[in-house]
């Protein structure tokens, strides 16, 4: 891994990638999507969802396009990761309705000299009601105390794609008061 990782050559490296019809779009999520939103807790990657250009002529060939892009521009790919610009890059594909949700409906950051698709607080702590791992009922926690979620449209999300009831059965772990 390189010494500096540099995350808006990451966030270029993306945009060129949608120009290059690589990914039709992207959205950052997991802890560097939270990190815009809240203090940040610790992580060694950057996950980034994404929704295909073409679909590929076999289904075990779904991340190829992507890591034909790395080789081709000098970034390595270690197992599910690709380093890009110093940071272990995971693809996670859009694979269901809250995720291609959630990438179409990212917000435009700014972040230094360029532009970064990031998803939404609302989106985000669905996806961790979705998932339901220790550490996404600590980040919806920390989510919740700063109050950077619309609530009800959280709610409505939750609703949506059904999850309304893993929300209702798990939401002692992350406060009293909801």
């Known amino acids: 891994m390189e010494r500096s990782p540099n995350l808006s050559a990451v966030f270029k490296t993306l945009q060129d990638m949608m120009a290059k019809r690589v990914i039709s779009s992207y959205a950052v999520g997991g802890a560097v999507a939270a990190i815009f939103y809240i203090e940040p807790r610790e992580t060694f990657d950057l996950d980034i969802f994404f929704i295909l250009s073409r679909e590929p002529s076999n289904e075990f060939l779904r991340l190829e396009a992507i890591y034909e892009y790395a080789r081709q521009h000098g970034f390595k790919v270690h197992a599910e990761f690709v380093e890009i610009y110093g940071w272990a890059v995971q693809f996670l594909e859009g694979y269901n309705s809250l995720r291609k949700e959630a990438i179409e409906d990212a917000i435009e950051l700014d972040f230094e000299d360029v532009t970064a698709r990031v998803i939404s607080p609302e989106y985000l702590a669905a996806m961790m009601v979705e998932t339901g791992r220790r550490k996404d009922w600590l980040r919806l926690s920390d989510f ?28 002692w772990r992350v406060t009293d008061d909801v």
């Open 144 to 171: 919740l105390e700063a109050e950077v979620l619309d609530f009800e449209r959280f709610l409505k999300v939750l609703q949506k794609h059904d999850l309304k009831d893993k929300w209702n059965k798990n939401k």
